[in-house]
């Protein structure tokens, strides 16, 4: 606890362990043979500052800070490539550049003297500080920062390290900047009443200068403090602004068709001043047209060193351990176990290794709970419809049906008196598992609401007097950004259902409790305890009836746990460390093993199929090859040849239809919630593969294991865990990681459990991102993250979204007007790292549905997806747009982005973010906006089919159809290869060798 806690309230400790892993690391200290040197002439997002005396310019060109000399020519960076550093801002006496970087996993002020060669920390702590302005004098710095619950503004004295609070409002205040003479202080500011531009003058007044909704950054005074430069975006543009303080109506300074980049302006003269647009650094006078561009070049280095890529045996029918062993549950007697897998529920009765199964059909059981006294089991299933919530009597080997609600059931969790069953109701899309808590009496089926619609909570656990349910939750540090940590929430049950009574309490302030779903908090029958995962240990809490926690936390394991359930006399806690089950003894945290014998197998047919296909698309070539038959032995294809009537064995005959290899879904995040159909519904839109970049790592095993073994129809998955993140997380499904031996629990699990990649997320520092890379290449396992600089330096293999989520406020990949710059197509193309770029999920699949008035009479959409998920799915879209004006308006820009990055050279793969858009559905879409972008569809078809596969690693075997490769293709109606849209028509499935026809996989077992 000592260690772990000092990582998480002492940041120079963390600091110092991410300098070292750095130091360890080869990737960034040296061009090494195989190095690319890589020359950029254009910034996305990029922020620039005039120095004082307007020779040199400082610029955070990805995340480094360079400087250029003002006139234009050669870029000299100053600071290392990991630290993410933003936003520079010179000092009055032009020796040194301030900015915010995230080397500690924070942002912090940092500066550096403008020789690169001394670096100093400025603030520290668990908050992020940004956005830094020197002032005149060179006494202070202002920024924003979240460290009072939101972002407001700060001041930084900077001979002692005194801490102000300028601003203290219930909305952010953001972009703080010093007028020339210090006496004033602009910001940005999101007060529901009053938003717009603010200055605060010397006396601490605020005073609104410009009120508007308008989404506004970076304002800057002029050099006679009368005016304000800034930044505002609308529908039409991201445009640069100037208002009179006096508070008269902005003028455009900008041109209408420029790309201006949110960050803050600085003066050459009383009329000319710098800012960045349209990729490049410019000077532009007032009242004047047309400004002049000031070119530079930065040289980047980026590591090419080849590794072993993991191995996959296809053909092996081998018997294995069952690794997709989801919530297992101790019975209060402490003799035996439920849990689901394979699809069913299975009981397991400790010192007998084969457990029994409880279920055994088409359908998906899952969360299986035992009532109080033993005698029944509470579990979700989709047996008759969506995820219901039903009750096993199992003495009498009877189901009943407790709950039927429209929307999908997960997490139940019966009352210590056995009279009431808590649960969670999904909303209509299963949006990443938003759950509304009910609670439904057991013997009269009445339902209540105990609380509002929650972002992904955690499995609820009951005090022992029944009057509070306990969950963990996410609480964010600001309303600015969404990042935030794992809580205990205490819902008083029958209480306000708005959630006005809830209480939050924490055993570590500040540091986030493990992944929400089974990983506690669960309460101790006698209510003294709280176990919970931290860290990926299993930890007690002592507390009181209430919840409330009254001493200090208690370490029970030193492996990684999870999913823990306690025995009835509260003396015991079974959990799952990681692939076998154990348990520790509060008396002297002794742990014991519990044997289990349980396998599966993968299906592999053993008979002959002929496929007459009247046209093959093999995924190499841009033209087909015509009647020819497709001669299918088992799992593989053992020969394509031109058609002979009457060969032996079982004939498909497609010779009026095209074959198409299987697709590949490449960026899908799924979850027990959607049920056996889901399967189904990938296979109907000819989708085989399906790349899982997230996931509870026990939950993709269990749909990875159920459709390898043919328990249930589906793809084949390809998944990592959870999201591997820093200190601060959004997800349920997100690690926190805060010490170097979690992540190395963390980085074993990916092995034990035999990930196919990793997935950094947006919170990762750059050091520890190089050490997992470092690690899962050494395990041949690929590394993925939202990041391209510098992680392709040190090689991550793929990047996902060419927008999405970033820890920045704005993405360094794509401005705000969906446009790409130079930077990031020559690195992409360059590093040959692989770029899912997701563009149904930003815009790609509502510009395709609002010009097609029949784009949901599509069957397999009509048959998987209801009324109101569609209404549900428009209003997600209307809301969208709202936050962002330009989303669909800009499509095309993104388009052309596509385009140019498959024109450079880079490696482009097809993934939706899906369920954000429908599964399956999204896909298609994903494809049409390539051809729509102006890729053929071979190129489209392509990045689907033989570079998903090579991405993933499986090229060897899938991706393509050719003689020796496994049979997975899609018999579509229509010429795919002319028109994109008929990929859509599928007619029939073949995955593994195995046929379904679409009437069979619209149709519910």
Known sequence: MNQLAAFTRQPSMLLCWLTLSLMAGSACQ???????????????????????????????????????????????????????????????????????????????????????????????????????????????????SDRSGNYDIWRLTLADGKLTQLTNNGANDYNPAFSSDGTQIAFVSERPDAPGLYRLTADGKEQLVYGTTAKLAAPAFSPDGKQLLYNALTKEQSGLFSVAVDGAKPVTVSTSAEDVFPFRATWFSPTEYLYTADGQLKRQKLGQSGATVIPFQATVVLGRT???????????????????????TLSPDGKRIVFAALGDLWLLTIGTPKPQPLTNDAYLEADPIWSPDGSQLAFTSDRQGNMDLWVRDLKKGQDQRLVDLPDDINFPSWSP??????????????????????TVDVSTGKIDKQHESMFVPSQPSWSPDGR????????????????????????????????????????????????????????????????????????????????????????????????????GDSQR???????????????????????????????NP???????????????????????????????????????????????????????????????????????????????????????????????????????????????????????????????LATSISSPEQLDR????????????????????????????????????????????????????????????????????????NRTYQDVIQLIAKSGMNITPTASLQGGFYVVAGRDPNFFENKQYKAFYSESFTNALQAGAAQVTKINPGYLS????????????????????TGTDSPFVPYGMSLHTELQTFVDAGLTPYEALRSATLWAAEAVGVSRDLGSLEAGKLADLVIVDGDPLTHIRDAWNVEMVIKNGTVYSLETLLTKP
């Open 30 to 144: 040296a061009v090494g043979a195989d190095s690319l040197r890589v020359t950029v002439t254009e910034g996305t997002n990029m922020a620039a500052a005039l120095s004082p005396d307007g020779s040199t310019i400082a610029t955070d060109l990805q995340g480094t800070i360079w400087l250029v000399p003002s006139r234009g020519g050669t870029a000299r960076p100053i600071t290392d490539a990991l630290g993410d550093c933003r936003q520079p801002a010179w000092s009055p006496d032009g020796s040194r550049v301030v900015f915010h970087a995230f080397w500690d996993g924070r942002y912090h002020l940092w500066m550096v003297d403008k020789t690169g060669r001394t670096r100093k920390q400025l603030t520290t702590g668990v908050y992020d500080d940004r956005e830094p302005h020197w002032s005149p004098d060179g006494k202070s710095i202002v920024f924003s």
């Open 417 to 438: 008196d056995g009279k009431r069953i808590a649960f969670y109701q999904g909303d209509a899309r299963n949006m990443w598992g938003r759950g509304t808590l009910h």
């Open 306 to 328: 080849p590794y072993k890529r993991k191995t996959y045996d296809f053909s092996s029918t081998a018997a294995r351990p069952v690794r997709g062993i989801k919530g297992p």
């Open 606 to 732: 053993t008979s002959s199929l002929v496929v007459h296909a009247g046209r093959v698309f093999d995924g190499r070539s841009a033209t087909y090859r015509t009647n020819v038959d497709i001669l299918i032995d088992g799992n593989r294809i053992r020969a394509i040849e031109p058609h002979r009537a009457s060969r032996a064995g079982r004939v498909i005959d497609a010779s009026t239809k095209t074959i198409i290899p299987g697709l590949f879904e490449m960026h899908s995040h799924q979850s027990a919630m959607s049920g056996e159909q889901q399967g189904r519904l990938w296979l109907s839109y000819g989708i085989t593969s399906v790349r899982e970049p997230g996931a509870d790592p026990y939950d993709a095993l269990e749909r990875k294991e159920s459709w390898a073994s043919n328990r249930r129809a589906g793809p084949r998955q390809f998944f990592t865990g959870g999201l591997t993140d820093g200190t601060r997380i959004y997800y349920g």
């Open 468 to 567: 509070t349910i306990a969950m963990s939750a996410l609480d964010v540090y600001s309303s600015r950004y969404r990042e935030g940590v794992n809580e205990i929430t205490l819902v008083s049950v029958d209480g306000a259902a708005d959630g006005s009574a809830d209480r939050h309490v924490t055993p570590t302030p500040e540091h986030s409790l493990g992944t929400r779903g089974k990983n506690g908090p669960v309460w101790s029958p006698d209510g003294r305890w709280m176990a919970y995962i931290q860290d990926g240990l299993l930890w007690l809490s002592p507390t009181d009836k209430t919840g409330t926690i009254t001493g200090k936390p208690r370490q029970l394991t030193t492996e990684l746990a999870d999913s823990p359930t306690w025995s």
């Open 573 to 603: 806690l079974l959990y799952l460390a990681t692939d076998t089950l154990r348990q520790v003894y509060l008396a002297d945290n002794r742990t014991e093993t519990v044997p289990m014998q349980f396998t599966w197998q993968p299906a």
């Open 890 to 909: 800009n499509f095309g820009n993104l388009q052309k982005t596509v385009k140019t990055l498959i024109g450079a050279g880079a490696h482009v793969t």
């Open 746 to 817: 963390e980085l074993n699990r990916s092995v034990r459990l035999d990930f196919d990649l990793i997935k950094t997320y947006v919170r990762m520092p750059d050091a520890l991102q190089q050490r997992i890379t470092s690690f899962a290449h050494a395990h041949g396992m690929p590394v993925s993250s939202h990041e391209i600089y510098p992680a392709m330096r040190y090689e991550v293999d793929a990047v996902e979204h060419i927008g999405g989520t970033s820890r920045r406020g704005y993405s360094p990949k794509i401005s705000a007007m």
